[in-house]
């Protein structure tokens, strides 16, 4: 689970997207964003998202990075994505007209029972197979919440449907599908799915040092309105520095607390929770103690934060960030103008 958090995390490479300056992938990503916030409000205009997939797949391609690693990065996003849209395309949105109709479902009481008390019967014997010592059903015991859940879930619903006469009938539904729904459903899921991944093509092509220095150069016109920006940057620098050795950090006291005997992973829910306040505390003191040596250090080389600093990885544009940035424009437009 730590090794799919990409955010602080750079990928050395030579590609076309690492070879870019980090101010003209910021610009390029705030672009982006304007542009998937105007194409929201163009109903049933779907070229924009179209584009932007392609689009996607374009930098991935020009970024050298494999598209396993961006499946890691990206596929929870996904899972979120589809439990979101069970419901979605069932809402009024701005357009309440009626796309497609399911149901209604008629049905007895009494069916409605006995479907519930096989699924209960599978669900049961699903998680007692996951209290077995067996290696074969290591599955069910990496799913063991979930089907806990839909145990839970099981028992609710024959609760709900028990008590009237079993051959007493009656309807599930109809639930209607609108065009404000599905539109609701496609636009937002790609857009954000497209904001997500443009985020990760960032940080995993540009190191945090750089990425901080463009952010400081784009919002530097706003020191003349006294606004710190100066400390935002440094900041938001060691925020993103500091993010990858914090997660090894975690890993490290997990595995010292698994050679003490602890298993964090396994367990009931609260024995999962005791491991979780038990990692808590010794992560904190050592968050503390990175946090004040980090500030012996800084003030050991006299850091100032007042006065123009020099960048080291930001130069001026070149032909191929101003190539860039016009192509974005022009696809953006141009897929809005369609």
């Known amino acids: 689970?730590?090794?799919?958090?990409?955010?602080?995390?750079?990928?050395?490479?030579?590609?076309?997207?690492?070879?870019?300056?980090?101010?003209?992938?910021?610009?390029?990503?705030?672009?982006?964003?304007?542009?998937?916030?105007?194409?929201?409000?163009?109903?049933?205009?779907?070229?924009?998202?179209?584009?932007?997939?392609?689009l996607l797949c374009l930098g991935t391609l020009l970024s050298g990075i494999s598209l396993r690693e961006m499946w890691r990065r990206v596929r929870f996003l996904i899972f979120l994505i589809i439990i979101g849209s069970l419901t979605t395309p069932f809402a009024r949105g701005d357009d309440p007209r009626a796309l497609y109709t399911i149901g209604p479902l008629v049905t007895s009481y009494g069916s409605a029972q006995s479907v519930l008390l096989v699924c209960w019967a599978v669900l049961f014997a699903c998680l007692i197979a996951s209290l077995l010592p067996v290696a074969a059903l290591s599955w069910f015991k990496r799913r063991r919440g979930l089907l806990i859940l839909l145990l839970l879930a099981t028992v609710v619903g024959f609760l709900l449907v028990y008590g009237p006469p079993p051959a007493q009938h009656f309807n599930i539904g109809p639930l209607i599908v609108t065009y404000g729904g599905v539109w609701l459903l496609v636009s937002v899921s790609v857009a954000l799915f497209s904001l997500f991944a443009f985020s990760l093509l960032l940080t995993m092509t540009t190191s945090p040092i750089a990425l901080v220095e463009g952010l400081k150069m784009l919002l530097s016109p706003l020191r003349r309105l006294k606004l710190p920006v100066d400390d935002f940057a440094l900041m938001a620098l060691l925020?993103?520095?500091?993010?990858?050795?914090?997660?090894?950090?975690?890993?490290?006291?997990?595995?010292?607390?698994?050679?003490?005997?602890?298993?964090?992973?396994?367990?009931?829910?609260?024995?999962r929770l005791q491991s979780m306040a038990m990692l808590f505390v010794p992560l904190i003191r050592s968050v503390l103690r990175r946090a004040s040596e980090l500030a012996t250090?800084?003030?050991?080389?006299?850091?100032?934060?007042?006065?123009?600093?020099?960048?080291?990885?930001?130069?001026?544009?070149?032909?191929?960030?101003?190539t860039v940035l016009v192509f974005v424009v022009a696809v953006a437009v141009g897929t809005l103008l369609l």
Not at 4 to 23: D, K, V
Not at 243 to 270: C, F, N, W, Y
């Open 1 to 54: 689970m730590l090794g799919n958090i990409s955010l602080g995390t750079y990928y050395p490479g030579s590609s076309l997207l690492h070879r870019l300056q980090a101010r003209t992938k910021l610009l390029a990503l705030f672009g982006i964003a304007f542009w998937m916030l105007v194409a929201l409000r163009h109903r049933w205009h779907f070229i924009p998202f179209i584009v932007a997939l392609g």
């Open 239 to 271: 925020a993103l520095r500091f993010i990858p050795s914090l997660l090894e950090e975690v890993e490290h006291l997990v595995k010292a607390q698994m050679a003490r005997g602890a298993d964090p992973g396994h367990g009931t829910v609260r024995e």
């Open 297 to 322: 250090a800084l003030e050991a080389r006299g850091y100032d934060i007042e006065g123009q600093q020099t960048p080291l990885h930001e130069a001026p544009l070149g032909w191929r960030d101003y």
